[in-house]
C-alpha cells in the first residue's frame, strides 16, 4: 500500500502573516500561492511515482534482504560485499550501494512493508547516506559524476526528505546541481537528446526539492523545447532516433528519452509546468508512429538498440517495463491517443499477444536507414547503412564489440519476439541474420566497429502496406546490390554483383537464432529432418525451423550450408559491462549461403515465408505466389502474382518488362512499388540518396490522374513524380491513379 501522505513545508513567516493578516498577502502573493500549489502537485507525484516503483536493480527485495542490508552494514555506513574501488565505467560497481539504498527507502515508506518506518532501517539508511556523501565517489568518468550519480540519488532524497537534517539534504542537493552550469546543462558541451533529458529531470527534482518554483519552471520549459523534430540528436521526421551524431537509437538512448518524457509530462500535467499541446503530439507520434513500429511482443528490434545489443536479457526485459510505463503515462493525460497507448502498454507487459498488435503495415524510416514490417503473424525488418548515418555506436565502455556488421544488411525475423533473447554471447558476429559478410577470420578491432558508409543509394519505397528496402552495399573491398520486397505472408531477398577484391568467402546469413524443434529440409523430391551439426545441403528447394519457411527458387544459384547444433561464446568477449568470463552454450539454428572466394558478380535469392505451417511448404514452394521479374546490378525486381504487387529498385534509369506485356520505364534512379487495385494503380515512388529528385515513370497503361499525361502514340501513360528533399528527403510519394477505360486488356494489368 502505498503512503501518499506526503508533506510540503511551508515557510514559517508566510504562514504567521496569513494567518495574522488574512488578506494582506493574498492579492500581492496570490500567484505566488499558485506557484507553490502547483509546485506541491508536482513535490506529490514525485513522491508517488518513487513509493510506487524506483528504477533500482533489485526493484523487489523481501523483507529478509532488507534487514540482512541492515545486518550487514558497518558502523561507517558500507557494505563489506561492495567494491567501493571498482573503475568499471561500464557497470560502476560502487554505485550498487546507490541501488540499494533505494530499496531500502521504499521499503521504509510503504505503508504495509513489514519495516514500514522502523527504527533501526532509518538509522542504516541515514548511516550509508552519509557514508556516500564524506566519500563523494568519483570514477573519473562524466556521466557517472553529472548523471548516473544524481539519477540514483534523488528518488532517496524525495522519499527521505522530512527525515534528512539540513546538511545532509544540502550536500544531496549539491550532488544534484552538476552538470548545471551558468543556466547551461552540459555533459562534454552543450547536452542534447537523451543526455538532456536526464540533465534535466534531475534539475526538476532539485528544484521540488529547494521548494524554488522557478528552478522547477526551467529545467520542465527545456524539456519541452527537447520534444522537437529535428536533423540533429533527437527525434527525427521519420520519428526514429538519433544519439551519438547521425546514429539509429530508438531503442536504449531512445527509449530512455521516451521514458523520462513521459514520465515528467505525467508529473507536470494540469499545472503551470504542464507541456504543450503540441509537444505531446509529437511525443504520442514518436512513440505510435515510430518506436511501436520496431517492437514485436515484448522486444524491442535489437537492430535499433546500439551497443546495448549485449546487454543481458533481464535489461531488455527491464526496459519494456518501463516503455510500458511510459504508455501509461501518456494515456493519463487524455491523449486522443489514450487507447492506443494502452494496446502498446498491454502488449509490452505481455498481458497481451504479439499479434494482437492493432496495425498491421509497412514503415520505412528514411532518417535511419531501416524498414519495419508487421503482419499478424510475424515481423521483420532490414537495417542498413548510408553515408548519411553511421552503422552502429563505438564501443564506449567496452559494450557491443563485435557490433560492426549489425547494420550490414540485418535482418531480423520475429514471431513470438524470444527467438535471438539472450543468444548474443554464442553469435557467430560474421553471420548476423541477412547480412552479406566477407569471412576475414582475423579479431574484432575496436576501433573500426563503428562507420558512415560510402554509398548514398540506400532507402526504401512504402505504401504503408507493402514496401521494399534497397541497399547499395560497400565494407572495404566487399560490394553488393541487396534488395528485400515485403509482402502478406512472406518477404523475398536478393542480391546482386556480389564482388570481393579478396581471398576471403564471403557469406550471406539467411537466420541464426536458437533453435527450437525440428529443422525439416527438402530437395523437392523428398524431405527429411536434418541430424544435429554442420552440413552442406544438396540443392535444396526449401528449409523449415520454429514455423518459418526459406525457400531457394533457383538451387543451382545458391550454395546453401546449415547448422543445427551448440554453439559457445562468452558475454565477456562482446560486453566488459559485466565481470563474469564463464563459457555460455546455447542450441542455435543457423542457415548461410556461401559466395565461395573471391566472388565475382555473385548472386542469390531467397524466400522467408513466415506464415507458411510445415504441412503447406511442399505446395508453396513448389508454386510460390511471388516471382523475380530481375535480380542484376542496375534492376532488382519482384512481382507477387497474388497480391497483384510489383516492386522494383532502380539504380539506374531503365525498363522493366513483365511477363504479361506490361512495361515500367523510369528516368532515374529510384524505388518504385505498383499497386493493382479495382480501380487503377497506386504507385509509390522515393529517392533512396534522400535527395530532391524529379522522377518520370512511364507505364503501357491508360491512367489519369495527378501528374500523369497520357502519350496516345507511344501508347504510354507519362507521370511525373517531385519527390523531397530535406528532412522528409526520401519519403515515399504515393499516389492514385485511375483507369481511363473499365474494359483496358487484362494484358495491360498485372
Not at 161 to 177: P, T
Not at 593 to 608: E, F, Q, R, T
Amino acid at each position: 500500500m502505498i503512503d501518499v501522505n506526503y508533506k510540503l513545508k511551508i515557510p514559517v513567516l508566510a504562514m504567521v502573516l496569513t494567518i495574522s493578516f488574512p488578506g494582506l498577502l493574498s492579492n500581492a502573493h496570490g500567484g505566488e500561492n499558485k506557484k507553490m500549489k502547483d509546485l506541491q502537485v508536482v513535490r506529490k507525484r514525485l513522491y508517488e511515482s518513487f513509493l510506487t516503483r524506483i528504477p533500482t536493480r533489485i526493484p523487489n527485495p523481501s523483507p529478509a534482504e532488507i534487514k540482512g542490508f541492515v545486518s550487514s552494514l558497518r558502523p561507517a555506513g558500507s557494505w563489506p560485499d561492495i567494491d567501493y574501488k571498482d573503475r568499471t565505467v561500464a557497470l560502476w560497481q560502487t554505485t550498487f550501494h546507490l541501488q540499494r539504498l533505494q530499496a531500502m527507502v521504499r521499503a521504509y515508506r510503504s505503508r504495509g512493508h513489514a519495516l514500514y518506518e522502523n527504527a533501526d532501517l532509518k538509522r542504516s539508511i541515514l548511516s550509508a547516506l552519509d557514508f556516500w556523501f564524506v566519500k563523494d565517489f568519483k570514477i573519473g568518468h562524466l556521466w557517472w559524476e553529472v548523471i548516473g550519480v544524481p539519477k540514483a540519488l534523488y528518488p532517496i532524497l524525495v522519499l527521505m526528505e522530512d527525515d534528512l537534517s539540513d546538511a545532509q539534504l544540502a550536500a544531496g542537493i549539491k550532488i544534484l546541481h552538476r552538470g548545471y552550469r551558468d543556466g547551461r546543462w552540459e555533459f562534454y558541451g552543450p547536452a542534447t537528446g537523451q543526455n538532456l533529458l536526464w540533465l534535466t529531470g534531475i534539475h526538476v527534482v532539485r528544484g521540488c526539492l529547494e521548494k524554488n518554483p522557478q528552478e522547477v519552471a526551467r529545467p520542465f520549459k527545456r524539456i519541452a523545447q527537447e520534444i522537437r523534430i529535428t536533423s540533429k540528436e533527437g527525434i527525427q521526421a521519420d520519428y526514429s532516433f538519433h544519439q551519438h551524431g547521425a546514429c539509429l537509437y530508438s531503442g536504449e538512448y531512445g527509449l530512455n528519452f521516451t521514458v523520462d518524457c513521459a514520465r515528467f509530462a505525467y508529473y507536470a500535467h494540469g499545472t503551470r509546468f504542464g507541456l504543450p499541446e503540441e509537444k505531446i503530439r509529437i511525443l504520442s507520434a514518436y512513440i505510435l508512429d515510430g518506436q511501436q513500429w520496431m517492437v514485436r511482443g515484448q522486444t524491442f528490434d535489437y537492430g535499433a538498440v546500439g551497443r546495448g545489443i549485449t546487454r543481458k536479457d533481464s535489461r531488455f526485459t527491464r526496459d519494456m517495463k518501463r516503455l510500458s510505463d511510459a504508455c501509461m503515462h501518456m494515456a493519463k493525460l487524455a491523449t486522443p491517443r489514450q487507447a492506443e497507448f494502452e494496446a502498446f502498454a498491454k502488449r509490452l507487459k505481455g498481458a497481451a499477444q504479439p499479434e494482437a498488435a492493432g496495425f498491421h503495415g509497412n514503415r520505412h524510416f528514411w532518417r535511419s536507414d531501416m524498414m519495419t514490417h508487421h503482419r499478424k503473424d510475424y515481423y521483420t525488418s532490414a537495417r542498413m547503412f548510408s553515408n548519411r548515418i553511421f552503422n552502429t555506436d563505438m564501443p564506449y565502455n567496452k559494450e557491443g564489440m563485435k557490433n560492426h556488421h549489425i547494420a550490414d544488411g540485418t535482418t531480423f525475423i520475429f514471431r513470438t519476439g524470444g527467438e535471438y533473447r539472450n543468444i548474443f554471447p554464442v553469435w557467430d558476429w560474421r553471420k548476423i541474420p541477412g547480412a552479406t559478410i566477407e569471412q576475414t577470420g582475423t579479431k574484432y578491432d575496436q576501433k573500426t566497429v563503428r562507420r558512415r558508409g560510402n554509398r548514398s543509394f540506400v532507402g526504401g519505397v512504402s505504401d504503408d502496406l507493402y514496401g521494399m528496402a534497397a541497399f547499395d552495399f560497400t565494407r572495404d573491398g566487399l560490394t553488393a546490390r541487396k534488395a528485400w520486397f515485403y509482402f502478406d505472408d512472406e518477404f523475398v531477398c536478393l542480391g546482386a554483383g556480389i564482388t570481393c577484391t579478396t581471398d576471403n568467402p564471403v557469406f550471406t546469413s539467411i537466420n541464426q537464432c536458437h533453435l527450437k524443434g525440428d529443422v525439416v529440409v527438402s530437395d523437392g523430391k523428398k524431405q527429411e529432418k536434418a541430424n544435429k551439426g554442420q552440413r552442406k545441403l544438396s540443392n535444396p528447394l526449401w528449409v523449415h525451423h520454429d514455423g518459418i519457411g526459406y525457400v531457394f527458387p533457383d538451387t543451382r544459384k545458391n550454395v546453401v550450408f546449415l547448422t543445427n547444433d551448440v554453439q559457445t561464446g562468452s558475454r565477456w568477449s562482446i560486453t566488459h559491462r559485466y565481470p563474469d568470463k564463464k563459457k555460455i552454450s546455447t542450441d542455435v539454428f543457423s542457415l548461410w549461403l556461401d559466395h565461395g572466394k573471391s566472388p565475382s558478380n555473385a548472386c542469390y535469392a531467397y524466400i522467408v515465408a513466415p506464415a507458411v505451417g510445415l504441412e503447406k511448404m511442399k505446395a508453396y514452394a513448389e508454386n510460390p505466389p511471388v516471382e523475380v521479374i530481375s535480380n542484376t546490378p542496375d534492376l532488382q525486381a519482384v512481382r507477387h502474382k497474388g497480391l497483384k504487387v510489383i516492386q522494383a529498385a532502380y539504380y539506374k534509369a531503365g525498363v522493366l518488362r513483365i511477363k504479361n506485356g506490361l512495361v515500367i520505364t523510369v528516368n532515374k534512379p529510384c524505388l518504385l512499388l505498383i499497386h493493382q487495385k479495382k480501380e487503377g494503380l497506386q504507385i509509390a515512388v522515393s529517392n533512396p540518396k534522400n535527395k530532391p529528385l524529379n522522377v518520370e515513370v512511364e507505364i503501357s497503361a491508360r491512367l489519369q490522374g495527378e501528374g500523369c499525361v497520357w502519350l496516345d502514340g507511344r501508347g504510354l501513360s507519362h507521370i511525373t513524380f517531385k519527390l523531397p528533399g530535406g528532412q522528409v528527403g526520401g519519403k515515399s510519394s504515393v499516389r492514385l491513379l485511375k483507369y481511363t477505360n473499365k474494359n483496358i486488356s487484362k494484358s495491360r494489368r498485372f
